[in-house]
């Protein structure tokens, strides 16, 4: 009877994770959430011209695209469809679901089904790396995710190094966070032939593509890797420092302004966030956690030492670990082991303590309700953020017509910075227009025509031929 109600469970929890997922996409797509890099992205499909391979071709001779052949040609696919159909784009938000059903199906051949499912499910709602999940661009992000979790299966499952190694070497042909954690494949790895095998035939055709194929082939070819700066000790503590504060400050800071913005969540947000930590409770509260201990001790202690890889990326590149804005987009590999080592820790601990079963459940159901509520809450940020810019640029359109500007530079001033920091709406910063590129898909968006009328940031540019400031909803011309 106890079995076939676990069963019931857990057939229940796995509907509501797709449910979740499938609603938070659907209220992305719904609402045209696009900000940042996607703006320019979409914009710049209106122009495509010539086949698909030409494009393709010229899509991947980029700076940011020549390191990332294997992304590069899924996104520019995107692109290229979505030409004539601005909605296709957005089929780039459901690389996120895709890559939970992998973890999900890997966390369950390694673990439990239990554990696979509230794997999934924090991973889903994480407060780290937001922009992977809302914005279709970073799909690259998703992908890197998938072929790494199916890498780390075949060589702890299904001890094949060869085909492990070809997924790792999609992932970092996908997005680069994954890299250092090569060192966890070959902690895994079981003999040291094998993994002479595995780091030479990653690393070898990583260095070959990279270092000879990359720069031969492509013209605009950059090298984003920059190893020089490891050197850099000021560099070194910076990262140091960011990664702290990620941590043990704007990870809580995040958390608190999630939890005030209960106010502004719909009845289905309500629903979701209450019933998905009940039925999480209601499947741990007969789980056998001391049958596996000292598995959660040794999963805990090798997400740590991941993070700790997965954060050294930063020590190579010039971004910093941050959960704010567009900025956080280089977190993936932490979400997914930071998910691991909350999980783990909090049974090993728990069970160490002598806690119960129903204590430790309300512990994870717990978790489950304030992941999610933070997650929603980011949700309706990213939302909110979109309509922000809208309102921008439709008043901007009102003020032009009415000072009957039809061509020319257009410089705004809205106190971005005030407006990320303190308004309550936003939960992690959410990015608001600041960007050159955002600026042309947004007159389009709002009425105006992007080649007669060209708008920045006054922060980024403010010798323009006309001036405006946005304040208290209204844009008043400055003379």
Request: glycine share 4%; with cysteine; net charge positive.
């Amino acid at each position: 009877m106890k079995e076939k109600r676990n069963n019931n469970y857990l057939i229940f929890l796995n509907i509501l994770i797709i449910v979740y997922n499938l609603y938070i996409f659907l209220s992305v797509f719904q609402n045209k959430a696009i900000l940042t890099d996607d703006l320019a992205s979409i914009y710049q499909s209106e122009f495509i011209s010539g086949s698909y391979f030409s494009y393709i071709f010229s899509f991947l001779d980029s700076t940011t695209m020549a390191a990332r052949p294997v992304s590069g040609l899924v996104m520019g696919t995107l692109s290229f469809l979505s030409h004539n159909n601005e909605s296709v784009y957005f089929i780039g938000l459901l690389f996120f679901p895709l890559s939970l059903m992998v973890i999900y199906w890997v966390a369950q051949k390694m673990l439990s089904k239990e554990l696979a499912l509230l794997i999934t499910l924090l991973y889903s709602c994480s407060l780290i790396g937001t922009s992977i999940q809302f914005s279709s661009i970073m799909l690259n992000s998703n992908l890197a995710t998938i072929f790494f979790v199916l890498s780390i299966y075949y060589i702890y499952v299904r001890k094949n190094v060869v085909v492990s190694s070809l997924f790792f070497i999609a992932s970092v042909l996908s997005y680069e966070i994954f890299l250092p954690l090569i060192l966890l494949h070959l902690f895994l790895i079981k003999g040291n032939k094998k993994r002479i095998l595995f780091a030479a035939l990653t690393l070898g055709i990583i260095v070959i593509f990279r270092k000879i194929i990359q720069p031969n082939v492509f013209v605009n070819s950059y090298q984003r890797d920059e190893v020089s700066r490891i050197f850099e000790l000021k560099r070194v503590m910076q990262v140091v420092v960011f990664s702290l504060k990620l941590f043990f400050k704007d990870l809580f800071a995040g958390i608190y302004r999630g939890l005030l913005n209960i106010r502004q969540m719909n009845v289905l947000d309500v629903i979701l966030s209450a019933i998905i930590p009940w039925i999480v409770f209601k499947l741990f509260s007969d789980y056998d956690f001391k049958n596996k201990l000292q598995d959660y001790k040794k999963l805990s202690i090798l997400s740590l030492v991941s993070i700790l890889f997965g954060l050294s990326i930063f020590l190579f590149s010039s971004y910093i670990p941050t959960l704010f804005g567009f900025n956080n987009r280089n977190l993936g590999a932490i979400r997914l082991f930071y998910t691991l080592f909350i999980i783990s820790g909090v049974i090993f601990l728990s069970v160490k303590l002598k806690m119960h079963n129903k204590t430790i459940s309300i512990f994870l159901a717990g978790l489950a309700f304030v992941f999610i509520i933070t997650n929603i809450s980011v949700k309706n940020s990213w939302i909110y953020a979109s309509r922000f810019n809208n309102k921008l640029f439709g008043t901007l359109k009102t003020a032009l017509k009415d000072n009957h500007i039809e061509n020319g530079e257009i410089c705004l001033e809205y106190d971005v910075f005030n407006e990320l920091k303190n308004n309550p709406k936003l939960t992690l910063r959410e990015p608001l227009f600041y960007d050159d590129w955002e600026g042309p898909m947004l007159c389009k968006m709002n009425g105006i025509n992007p080649q007669r009328i060209h708008v920045y940031n006054m922060v980024r540019k403010a010798d323009c031929e006309f001036k405006f400031l946005y304040k208290n909803g209204r844009m008043i011309r400055i003379k």
